[in-house]
């Protein structure tokens, strides 16, 4: 059901979107603009489940959560970041997604930075 709804989604969204373009091009892009976020929200809707999931095998395998946690706080920023890339994009302003990609890329080295350490300093007492 939920796909059949996005899908339907972006089939109004397009056919919206063509009957403005030619005459009212910013009202075209503004529906775009509209259907993207809605379909956004309707699949980020479903990263719920994900996340529980994620949450119980943690309590299940003694992991700490702040890991997995910081890689799903990741995942979703790049999933973000893309998204608004791509509006930049469909907007014509190019210049503005790859400054927008890179300080996406900055933000998730900065918070993938507290694991990589971790990790070496694991790997570090390993070695005698």
Sequence with gaps: MDLTRLIGTAILGITLSMLFKKDRPEVSMFIGL??????????LHKLS????????LTSK???NYIYL??????VGISYL????IQ???DAGEGA???KLEFAGKVIILTMSFPIMLSILETIINIIP
């Design 34 to 43: 509209i259907t993207g976020v809605g379909i956004f929200l309707g699949a």
């Design 49 to 56: 489940f994900i996340i529980d999931s994620i949450r119980s």
């Design 61 to 63: 395998v003694h992991i």
């Design 69 to 74: 946690s910081t890689i799903l706080k990741v």
């Design 81 to 84: 970041i893309e998204f608004a």
């Design 87 to 89: 509006i930049c994009k």
């Design 96 to 98: 503005i997604a790859s």
